[in-house]
C-alpha cells in the first residue's frame, strides 16, 4: 500500500525535509532563502569563494598539486629545461617575415618605422638557427635513457611559441613525451602543439611554475630570449648563488648574443658578483656541445645523469643513438 506524503516524511530523518507549512507558513521561503544563500555552497565547489584574496593558499597548493601529482603518475623523475624567446620562430617563418616587410618597403622605402621592422626581422632571420638546433636538442632527450618510452629523464619548457616550441617539438619528432608549464595571462594565449597532452599544464601563479621548473631539473639550457628568458635564468642562477639549490649544470647557448646581452665579467670587475658566480654557467654554440656538457657535468660529480648502458640521445652519424658509455663526455 503506497505511503502518504506525511507517512513518508516520518519514516526519514529529521533533517531529510524541511519545516512543515503545518508548522510555520513562513518555513519553506526561509529555507529556500537559506539554500540559495553563496555560504551554504560547500567550498570546494564556490568558485566565488575559491577566488577571492582569502582563499589564496587554497589555490597556491592546488596549482602545485595538479603538476606534480601528474608528473609522478608517469614516473617522472629529472627534467633537462629549456629557455629562449618566444619570438624566435623557423627560418621559413622568419623568412616570410622579412619578405612581406621588405615588399611593404618597396611601396614606402623612407619609412622609418619600416625601416626598424626590417632591421628586427633580418636579426630574426639569424636567429632562427637557434629553432632548429633547440629541436635538435630536444631530440636528444626524448631519446636518452631507455628511449622515447623511458619518463625517467623528461624535457621541460614553458609552454609557449619560439625556442620552447622547438625544443618540444624536438621531443616530439622522436615520439618521446615532453612537459610545458603555461601561465594564465590576461590576453588569450595557445600552448605549442608538441607538448604530451597530461603534461601541459597551466598555472596561475608564477611561483609555482618556477617551483616546478627546479624542483627536478638536472639542467637547465637557455637559449637567446628576452625578460622572461633572463627572468628564468637569473632566478636559478640566485638560487644557486645563495646556496638554496644545489647546483646544476647551466648553459647559454650563443656565445655572441649572451656577451652582448649581460656582461657578466663586468659584473665580477665591479665586484657585485665574484669569479665563483661566473663559472655557475658555460657558454656552447650548439645542442651537441650543451648535451655534451651536461652528461659530463654529471659524470664528473660520481652521480651520472644516464644509468649504465642507457642510450645518451645523441646519433653517431649513422642514425644509430650512442649509449652513454661510448659518448664522448
Not at 59 to 71: F, G, S
Not at 258 to 268: G, I, P, Q, R, T
Request: charged residues 30%; proline residues 4%; contains cysteine.
Amino acid at each position: 500500500m503506497k505511503q502518504s506524503k506525511r507517512e513518508e516524511e516520518d519514516s526519514t530523518l529529521p533533517w531529510q525535509h524541511p519545516k512543515r507549512a503545518a508548522e510555520d507558513p513562513h518555513a519553506k521561503k526561509l529555507v529556500k532563502t537559506l539554500l540559495e544563500s553563496p555560504t551554504y555552497v560547500m567550498a570546494e565547489e564556490d568558485t566565488e569563494f575559491l577566488k577571492s584574496s582569502v582563499a589564496r593558499g587554497v589555490r597556491l597548493e592546488l596549482d602545485y598539486l595538479k603538476a606534480e601529482t601528474k608528473m609522478d603518475e608517469y614516473g617522472i623523475e629529472h627534467v633537462i629545461v629549456v629557455f629562449g624567446s618566444a619570438r624566435i620562430v623557423e627560418h621559413k617563418t622568419a623568412m616570410q617575415k622579412l619578405k612581406a616587410i621588405q615588399k611593404k618597403l618597396a611601396d614606402d622605402p623612407q619609412s622609418k618605422e619600416l625601416l626598424r621592422e626590417m632591421y628586427t626581422a633580418e636579426r630574426m632571420v639569424e636567429k632562427s638557427i637557434y629553432y632548429e638546433d633547440a629541436r635538435i636538442f630536444g631530440s636528444y632527450v626524448g631519446n636518452c635513457g631507455k628511449g622515447s618510452s623511458d619518463n625517467r629523464i623528461i624535457l621541460m619548457t614553458g609552454g609557449g611559441p619560439g625556442i620552447m616550441e622547438a625544443a618540444n617539438r624536438g621531443a616530439y619528432d622522436v615520439g618521446a613525451k615532453s612537459i610545458g608549464l603555461n601561465i594564465k595571462l590576461p590576453h588569450e594565449q595557445f600552448p605549442n602543439p608538441y607538448i604530451t597532452p597530461d603534461l601541459c599544464f597551466q598555472f596561475r601563479y608564477f611561483a609555482i611554475r618556477k617551483l616546478h621548473f627546479i624542483n627536478r631539473a638536472r639542467a637547465l639550457v637557455v637559449y637567446p630570449g628576452g625578460f622572461g628568458t633572463l627572468d628564468e635564468l637569473f632566478e636559478i642562477l640566485t638560487l644557486v648563488q645563495t646556496r638554496k639549490t644545489d647546483p646544476i649544470p647551466i648553459v647559454l647557448v650563443g656565445k655572441s648574443y649572451w656577451h652582448k646581452a649581460v656582461d657578466f665579467n663586468f659584473l665580477v670587475e665591479e665586484g657585485v658578483i665574484v669569479e665563483n658566480d661566473r663559472q655557475s654557467f658555460i657558454y656552447a654554440e650548439n645542442a651537441a656541445e650543451a648535451w655534451e656538457y651536461i652528461l659530463a657535468w654529471h659524470k664528473k660529480r660520481k652521480h651520472p645523469l644516464l644509468h649504465e648502458g642507457e642510450k645518451s640521445g645523441k646519433s653517431d652519424g649513422n642514425g644509430q643513438i650512442e649509449s652513454e658509455d661510448t659518448f664522448n663526455c
